[in-house]
């Protein structure tokens, strides 16, 4: 048992978590904060297309559909009164509701067509705002453009600590759903869907699961994003860059191991801030790493790092 | 040119992924013999073929054919070099026509040059496939389809060719007809390596043969020898009987 | 009634665009399994490659074609090479996350190159028309239809009667099988990837003379393509041909009744509601 919680990687992180999510109460410099929050961001969609694509074998090229949809339902219900909050539980709640419906139309798809079933909903998602304008007053750029209202009260601590809280519970989330019932499903899915089934699995039930947790995660953590943000506007959030980062943070640190998007994140926003400068180049940049790594080492820096370990103890 | 080692297998063990399907597997083929695998499903008959046709490849042992080293070769090469396999299931190609099949046998450079005569010796060997040549593959019968399937392995020009489950879903007049289409193969002096479920037939048939069980040759002989041995009788004639 | 004529027949001359964009899909599908993600962008390289070659060398992009196709078919070549044989070694979800960062890349690469504006193809005969009975057409989009069915046909006979073309169509039926039969498969699938991107360099460059394009366009002619080639039913080329002509028709429908903005909504609901129900495509078995 102790040996066992000795290996936990759970424990140095949070200790770093708790550092990270303490960072407004010493005093940290305010790009430190922004690199935080966007870290802890990130980390919640990292960790959700790792439930999907790492566990349970959906390339989900859609997750900017489930932010958006989320952003845009909490920024909507500020234009009509409804509180911050509420929205942006009920925008996660629509994102999953969304999910529910997608579910039925992609879920008899199987691999590459899922995939390219599922990379056609934030296009057209896109489209529709550009061409419907729930409520009036509309600005930045083309389309459905608007701003919070009212959120002047909401204090940046506030809004950091809610990134704090959706990306530490993440990875608590995802250690929870592997150790569940879910869980089990999901690793006899990975072996063999064929098999699964056939001693009792509802394959479609537990992709189901795992496609609601994953839409509604994601949505939590895009509203708490455009709370922070302050606006929101169709082209940059029906976007394929989110999918990019969610992805490339999974492969990086190591798909299918729990550690993996915690240090692909990490990575990620070290990138994105080394790489400001050459913003133009980014998804060049990135599109190569991603290459390079899936060539190189298809498991990610876990890969090397268990690699490593094995090699260590012999 | 009879009993010279056209093909020399040395200790050769193959896996699928990790699954060692294959156990020091030592076999010599001689020019212009009949030889037959038998066993029962997944004894690793077919696994061998598809390591001598380079489908798959030994981590351990040698294959010489000819006297060329062939352990490292891709299926292309091995082609060149004078082995067809005439796969189980037949695997013609189902959307094309039967002439098209034919023509993809003789892909290979080795066989460009004398496609016609080979496509005449086909022809002969088999009239049914002259009348079909311009049907589509998938709407030929099993027997037809399993005809086309040697035809194409014969396109090729080989020296040896490798037949894997020939009478596998036909009836009994095919079969016949069939294991007379190879002994005047065989006359053409071309060797002959098959694998069959049937093992009274396949001892009438073969001169030679080798016994699998679990990856591993387990007896082997003339079909003489064979036929007279008590583990052959209870392990297959047993239950051969009883089927019939 | 002579209204609602003109996006009809124009949608069937677009259907041959959409023929023409989605035959290297169909072809990589059919020899490889592997959609690839990436072959929108491929297509809109092929638009980029036409307006540089006609806005810096002053060649009409049909005669540019001489340049960008065997360009698009070697690079086509090393990419099967070097990234792709080596991904479908690793798991069958690798080609197609190294695909997504392909795309990324080549949009990436466009917008650099040429700017994040729209552009356009625009030669002499861009803004030409032609009459059938009272009704006006645009040239450029007869063009589509009959070099859609032109490449069409010549890729079949290509497929039929020579000897890299029967091996392709032998591996897309049975890759063991023609293996056995001596094929080169490695070769074959460089081959086919190269006559993919090819094939795409021709749609492109037809493409960018009959929409405008930028470097993101790149998703939509994915989902167009991908989307002709669900509907026809994979492996038959006269069922993409129709696949293409029942896209085009539904877009310049969509943009007649609900306005040109959301043409490209109705054709992606289209996709999804084809996936969906029939994901095996209307004339697939």
């Known amino acids: 048992m102790i040996s066992r919680l000795k290996n936990d990687f759970l424990i140095p992180t949070t200790f770093i978590f708790i550092i990270l999510a303490l960072f407004p109460l010493i005093g940290a410099p305010r790009n430190w904060i922004l690199y935080a929050f966007l870290f802890f961001i990130y980390l919640a969609m990292a960790n959700m297309w790792n439930l999907l694509a790492g566990y349970s074998g959906l390339i989900s090229l859609c997750q900017p559909a489930f932010l958006g949809l989320a952003g845009y339902a909490m920024t909507i219900g500020t234009w009509i009164g409804i509180p911050w909050w509420i929205g942006m539980t009920g925008g996660a709640i629509i994102a999953a509701f969304f999910a529910f419906l997608l579910s039925r139309a992609v879920f008899r798809l199987s691999g590459i067509y899922f995939a390219i079933g599922t990379l056609v909903v934030p296009e057209a998602l896109r489209m529709i705002f550009y061409l419907w304008k729930p409520v009036g007053g509309a600005m930045h750029g083309a389309g459905a453009g608007y701003m919070l209202k009212g959120i002047e009260g909401v204090s940046q601590n506030t809004i950091f600590w809610l990134a704090a809280i959706v990306g530490i519970g993440s990875v608590y989330l995802i250690r929870i759903i592997i150790r569940s019932k879910l869980g089990l499903g999901l690793s006899s899915i990975r072996d063999n869907q064929r098999t699964a089934a056939s001693i009792g699995i509802n394959v479609f039930r537990v992709k189901l699961y795992t496609f609601l947790i994953s839409a509604f995660v994601t949505g939590l953590a895009g509203a708490i994003y455009y709370l922070n943000q302050g606006y929101i506007e169709p082209s940059a959030t029906f976007n394929v860059r989110w999918t990019m980062i969610m992805l490339l943070a999974t492969v990086i640190g190591g798909i299918r191991t729990e550690e993996g998007p915690i240090i692909g994140t990490i990575i990620i926003v070290i990138l994105y801030f080394a790489l400001a400068r050459y913003a133009g180049y980014s998804f060049l940049i990135q599109g190569i790493i991603l290459i390079l790594i899936m060539l190189i080492s298809p498991e990610g820096i876990m890969g090397i790092i268990k690699k490593f370990l094995l090699f260590a103890k012999r | 040119m009879v009993n010279q080692v056209l093909l020399k297998i040395s200790n050769i063990d193959v896996f699928h992924g990790t699954f060692q399907a294959l156990w020091d597997i030592s076999i010599e083929v001689r020019t212009g013999e009949m030889l037959a695998l038998i066993g029962s499903n997944t004894s690793g008959k077919t696994t061998l073929m598809d390591t001598i046709s380079g489908l798959l490849h030994p981590v351990k042992g040698m294959m010489e054919f000819n006297g060329v080293d062939i352990t490292c070769l891709d299926p292309y090469q091995i082609v060149e070099l004078g082995i067809t396999q005439v796969p189980e299931g037949r695997r013609i190609f189902p959307d094309m026509t039967v002439l098209d099949n034919l023509m993809i046998g003789s892909y290979c450079s080795c066989a460009r040059s004398t496609r016609k005569q080979n496509l005449i010796r086909v022809y002969e060997l088999f009239p049914k496939l002259e009348e079909r040549r311009k049907q589509i593959a998938k709407t030929l019968s099993g027997g037809e389809q399993q005809m086309l399937a040697i035809g194409r392995g014969l396109m090729a020009d080989p020296k040896l060719m490798l037949i894997d489950e020939m009478s596998l879903g036909l009836a009994p007049i095919i079969i016949d007809e069939l294991f007379k289409a190879l002994k005047k193969i065989r006359e053409r002096g071309i060797t002959i390596l098959f694998v069959e479920q049937n093992v009274k037939r396949t001892l009438e048939e073969a001169d030679k043969a080798y016994i699998f069980e679990n990856g591993r040759v387990t007896l082997s002989g003339s079909s003489a020898e064979l036929y007279e041995k008590k583990q052959v009788k209870k392990a297959y004639f047993g239950i051969d009987e009883c089927e019939i | ?285």
């Open chain 3, 1 to 285: 009634m002579n209204d609602i004529l003109t996006p009809i027949l124009m949608g069937i001359m677009l259907g041959g665009l959409y023929a023409l964009i989605s035959l290297g899909l169909s072809l990589l599908f059919g020899v490889m399994r592997f959609i690839n993600l990436a072959h929108g962008d491929f297509v809109i390289l092929g638009s980029y490659l036409g307006y540089g070659i006609l806005t810096y060398f002053g060649f009409d992009p049909v005669i540019g074609l001489v340049i960008s196709v065997p360009l698009m078919f070697g690079l086509g070549f090393l990419i099967q090479k070097y990234l792709m044989s080596r991904a479908f070694e690793v798991s069958s979800d690798t080609p197609l996350i190294i695909a997504f960062g392909l795309s990324l890349i080549i949009q990436n690469a466009n917008q650099i190159a040429w700017t994040p504006l729209s552009r356009g193809i625009n030669t002499g005969y861009s803004n030409a028309s032609f009459f059938i009975g009272s009704l006006q057409f645009p040239v450029v989009y007869l063009l589509d239809l009959l070099v859609g069915i032109l490449v069409m046909l010549l890729l079949r006979e290509f497929l039929t009667r020579t000897y890299l073309g029967r091996a392709i169509t032998a591996a897309s039926q049975d890759k063991k099988a023609a293996e056995l039969m001596g094929i080169n498969s490695k070769r074959v699938y460089g081959y086919a990837f190269a006559i993919a991107m090819a094939l795409t360099a021709i749609g492109g460059v037809f493409l960018g003379m009959t929409f405008p394009f930028t470097p993101t366009s790149g998703i939509s002619f994915l989902t167009i393509a991908f989307g002709t080639v669900i509907i026809g039913g994979l492996g038959s080329m006269w069922g993409t041909f129709i696949g293409g002509i029942i896209l085009g028709v539904m877009q310049t429908l969509g943009g007649y009744f609900f306005g040109p903005a959301s043409q490209m909504l109705v054709v992606y609901l289209i996709v999804l509601i084809i996936l969906a129900v029939r994901p095996q495509g209307l004339f697939g078995r």
